[in-house]
């Protein structure tokens, strides 16, 4: 073979393999340029529902001890409001206040134009760490049964209220499709500061740690875990 034949044959393959680099450059650039939209519709879609239902409940959260989180919960904070210790009774105070919040929290929900992102509501109940042996002899389970009652408790009374009776099949339909009752007994118990006692490692606070929560959560999950995934 000539020197001229071998240094084609080189140039060939220098050009073959430019033009592979060329397109899994392409590749990478698209890559990165669709998770960028991803995450950013993620934090739009969050921050457009957080800044949503901080408008509509701008003057109850005073009086409700109620705090809207950037993570889309709405946590009810006065335990005592709430249920009596050891109980998944909803007290006339609590009934009062879910008869003024859910027609609200709904009508954001299942009539916004960001519903079609949400994936499911939680209720979720969050106790203290105080054994309950006539519920179970293992503490954790124990408040875990008591939570799930409490999460239980108010999603049997939303669907008893007229309110909800009145709705549209579809719309009923729909909340049913949303809503999920989760106990999460003292897993997520807070400390004084309000923060996780298992990150911070500080002393539960039984007062702030009995709480019931809504959070939504959305499509735009998804769509940072597939942010995740396509980023290694």
Not at 66 to 84: H, N, P, R, Y
Request: glycine share 4%; aromatic share 12%; proline share 3%.
């Amino acid at each position: 073979m000539s020197k001229g034949n071998i240094w084609m044959s080189v140039s060939d393959l220098m050009t073959g393999l430019m033009v592979i680099f060329l397109f899994i450059s392409i590749s990478y650039i698209s890559k990165v340029q669709e998770n960028a939209v991803n995450l950013k519709d993620y934090v739009e879609v969050k921050n457009n529902l957080h800044d949503k239902l901080v408008y509509r409940f701008k003057g109850d959260t005073a009086r409700w001890v109620m705090t809207i989180g950037g993570d889309l919960s709405m946590k009810f904070k006065k335990s005592e409001v709430q249920f009596a210790t050891g109980s998944w009774e909803l007290t006339p105070q609590f009934r009062e206040i879910l008869d003024e919040f859910l027609p609200k929290y709904f009508d954001i929900l299942l009539n916004d134009s960001l519903r079609n992102h949400i994936e499911e509501i939680r209720i979720e109940g969050h106790t203290d760490d105080v054994p309950m042996p006539r519920l179970d002899v293992d503490p954790y389970i124990a408040n875990v049964i008591l939570s799930q009652r409490r999460a239980l408790s108010v999603l049997r009374y939303f669907r008893e209220m007229d309110y909800y009776i009145k709705l549209p099949k579809g719309q009923q339909q729909q909340l049913e499709y949303w809503f999920t009752a989760n106990g999460f007994s003292y897993g997520k118990a807070l400390d004084r500061d309000n923060e996780y006692a298992f990150q911070t490692s500080n002393e539960i606070d039984k007062d702030k740690s009995r709480r019931v929560e809504f959070r939504i959560i959305t499509d735009s999950e998804k769509l940072l875990e597939r942010f995740v995934q396509q980023s290694h």
